[in-house]
């Protein structure tokens, strides 16, 4: 028995099968991963076979391979219904690296001409780029490093770019490269990174990833709440087993994906529920607009209000309300419909998951990393509406509150957790600045978030100040029942 773990609880084991080779490599092992794409691969090889077991790679910290090994890197991964909890054991990993102690394991997993395809779930900060631009940000110190230092890479762009490079060199053909990630494009975005640090190392190389590399976009869609010490408690007292390291998530599921990949070479994926389509982009626009622009909205101005999930949030009639407005009069309005989806029908299925009980996703959590995330998730959708004509009152209202939240104060004056890349550097502007005007405009300068177009828009500008004022004086709750009430 192992030392700290109850006598009458055994360690989840993985279930006794012939394990697979391993065909994908992905970067970024954490829990969105396990309870989306690991979840379609093990279908998928069930369904029509192959050899398609995954090696995940950690990319800053050993804690999910400490938790997995014991247990041969099988987990629980449970379904959190109306109905009740569904577990089911996932055995796809064969194994976990983790790239600061060995990088060059991974390389060799990732160069290993078994391996066909890598999947990538860094979050939006791990791309190294510019979200405003999309570009290469040639100044973070991990692109720096990687530069340097071609054996031992720490980002992932690093680590695609000398992957690649050997294979090239070892006359083997290229692996797809799938992000999984909630980027615009996604596909598009990471390959011009790629592209990017390739030329700085190879001009060579480069023509050869563009030639040769696939980079098909991704639409990812299923809430993954962190899971904490008492689902895992509750998952141990109904299985009888204890596994450290579940993964909580929502019924729906769905994965849109452009079907080119390195000389066709791929799971069964439609099999098992993969739309596979030839252009993603208006299934992300829709998903990316409907579902995390809400989500961030609500997480902010949910924060502050005091709600500490979604679905605490949406049981406010307020926050209800305010919701269903963002979706009626200003995201749906600029969106293309995917074919045969009714846009109507989606937001309302999408209410109805944030209204899940089961589902505790905090309001903490979804507003994490949000520098990263306004571009992709807000921005372009008050872009578009002021381009038409219109201030979309609730977006700018969301983002007033992303930056009172960035200042690291809640309405009653206690400190805030802000995690985000840029964090001290938004909390030095806003501690610098006095007034909603100052500290907005302050914000508003950060060119790695708001594009210069958009930053010096007087309608969208004025609106903010506004709606940051508003904040202060009146707080979060009475903001938004005004702009539903408008």
């Not at 510019?130 to 100044?139: F, I």
């Amino acid at each position: 028995m192992e030392a700290g773990l109850p006598a009458d609880r055994s360690r989840l084991r993985r279930p006794e099968a012939p394990r697979t080779g391993t065909g994908i490599v992905h970067l970024g092992l954490g829990a969105f991963y396990r309870a989306h794409g690991a979840i379609y691969f093990a279908e998928a090889m069930k369904t029509s076979g192959g050899d398609w077991g995954i090696v995940g790679v950690s990319l800053v910290r050993p804690d999910q391979r400490d938790l997995l090994c014991p247990q041969d890197f099988a987990y629980t991964a449970v379904e959190l219904g109306p109905d009740g909890e569904k577990p089911q054991v996932i055995s796809i990993i064969n194994d976990v690296l983790v790239a600061p102690e060995d990088p060059q394991a991974v390389l060799d997993a990732m160069s290993a001409p078994t391996t066909r395809i890598v999947t990538l779930t860094v979050t939006e900060k791990g791309y190294c780029h510019e979200p405003s631009t999309g570009r290469l940000n040639r100044e973070h110190p991990d692109i720096r490093h990687d530069l340097a230092n071609p054996a031992g890479p720490k980002s992932t762009i690093g680590f695609l770019v000398r992957a690649l490079e050997r294979r090239r060199g070892e006359g083997t053909r290229p692996f797809t490269v799938l992000c999984c990630d909630n980027l615009p494009e996604n596909g598009r975005v990471v390959r011009g990174i790629v592209l990017e640090f390739a030329s700085l190392v190879d001009e060579g190389l480069a023509g050869w990833i563009a030639a040769e590399v696939a980079f098909p976009s991704t639409m990812v869609d299923r809430i993954v709440p962190a899971t904490k010490p008492e689902d895992i408690e509750r998952l141990a007292e109904r299985t009888g087993v204890l596994d450290l390291s579940p993964v909580m998530h929502e019924p729906f599921r769905q994965w849109v994906v452009e079907d080119t990949f390195v000389d066709g070479v791929r799971p069964d994926l439609g099999a098992v529920g993969v739309e596979l389509v030839s252009d993603v982009t208006p299934y992300e626009h829709m998903k990316l607009r409907c579902l995390n622009g809400t989500h961030s909205s609500l997480a902010y101005l949910g924060y502050l209000a005091g709600h500490e999930t979604i679905s605490d949030t949406v049981a406010d009639p307020v926050f209800a309300a305010f919701v269903r407005h963002l979706w009626g009069n200003e995201i749906v309005p600029v969106l293309h419909a995917p074919p045969g989806v009714d846009l109507g029908a989606y937001t309302s299925s999408l209410f109805e998951r944030y209204a899940n009980p089961a589902i505790r996703h905090r309001t903490w959590q979804i507003a994490m990393d949000g520098s990263q995330k306004l571009p992709q998730r807000i921005l372009g959708t008050v872009m578009e509406n002021l381009a038409a004509g219109r201030v979309p009152q609730g977006l700018v209202l969301a983002i007033a509150a992303w930056m009172r939240y960035v200042g690291g104060l809640d309405e009653k004056g206690e400190p805030i957790d802000v995690r985000d890349p840029l964090a001290a550097e938004l909390r030095a502007l806003s501690d610098g600045a006095v007034g909603a005007e100052k500290k907005v405009c302050a914000l508003l300068g950060v060119g790695k978030i708001f594009p210069s177009e958009l930053a010096r828009h007087a309608a969208f500008r004025e609106a903010l100040i506004e709606s940051y004022r508003g904040l202060i004086e009146k707080g979060a709750r009475e903001m938004t029942k005004d702009v539903t009430n408008a």
